[in-house]
T-cell receptor, first 109, second 115 residues
Framework: RKEVEQDPGPFNVPEGATVAFNCTYS??????FFWYRQDCRKEPKLLMS???SGNEDGRFTAQLNRASQYISLLIRDSKLSDSATYLC??????????FGKGTTLSVSS | EPEVTQTPSHQVTQMGQEVILRCVPI?????FYWYRQILGQKVEFLVS????????KSEIFDDQFSVERPDGSNFTLKIRSTKLEDSAMYFC?????????????FGEGSWLTVV
């Protein structure tokens, strides 16, 4: 069973659309959760941490359901610059980050 | 903003050769990592390093690989006798605390092509 699973997409949406990405993780001992963004052939960059109560950062909203071991990312009012691969990442204290394969988003005008 | 720097950005090497990838982590960080990403695949953990020793390693990190922090600033990944399947982007990363929620910062990567 894969540790972190994501729908690979691609998601092709027009500017202004709302798009949601889902992720599931297998290790119930995971303690921290993140969404990273990765542009083509670039390093992963932290988009936002995901907290149990859910959190929002501008157009981005992240949700965590520990019981279902499920994480989501919602992007509202998509911009062309949002085109990238979005990586779901989980972590236990003191251990390495475990990455999902990523979901590719393409926003078109 | 402080950053993790990596050299070289791109290296082409012949199969069987040794390669050293270099990283300068953020100066006050204590935990260092190497990850790799084969083209089209996910980012995979290789090794973590703390207090001058390996703290965790994955199945990928076999005897072909080694890490070193020779001078208090550089953090290197050595790949002995490279194979075609070692072709990948190698990312160095660092963070200042082991706490699970603490941000990890990635370098821009070293793209290794083995021919």
């Amino acid at each position: 069973r894969k540790e972190v699973e994501q729908d690979p997409g691609p998601f092709n949406v027009p500017e202004g659309a709302t798009v949601a990405f889902n992720c599931t993780y297998s290790n119930s001992a995971s303690q921290s959760f993140f969404w990273y963004r990765q542009d083509c052939r670039k390093e992963p960059k932290l988009l936002m941490s995901v907290y149990s109560s859910g959190n929002e950062d501008g157009r981005f909203t992240a949700q965590l359901n520990r019981a279902s071991q499920y994480i989501s990312l919602l992007i509202r009012d998509s911009k062309l610059s949002d085109s990238a691969t979005y990586l779901c990442v989980v972590n236990q204290a003191g251990t390495a980050l475990i990455f999902g394969k990523g979901t590719t988003l393409s926003v078109s005008s | 903003e402080p950053e993790v720097t990596q050299t070289p950005s791109h290296q082409v090497t012949q199969m069987g050769q040794e390669v050293i990838l270099r990283c300068v982590p953020i100066s006050n960080h204590l935990y260092f990592y190497w990850y790799r990403q084969i083209l089209g695949q996910k980012v995979e953990f290789l090794v973590s390093f703390y207090n001058n020793e390996i703290s965790e390693k994955s199945e990928i990190f076999d005897d072909q690989f080694s890490v070193e922090r020779p001078d208090g600033s550089n953090f290197t990944l050595k790949i002995r006798s490279t194979k075609l399947e070692d072709s990948a982007m190698y990312f160095c990363a660092s963070r200042d605390s082991r706490a699970a929620g603490n941000t990890i910062y990635f370098g821009e990567g070293s793209w290794l092509t083995v021919v």
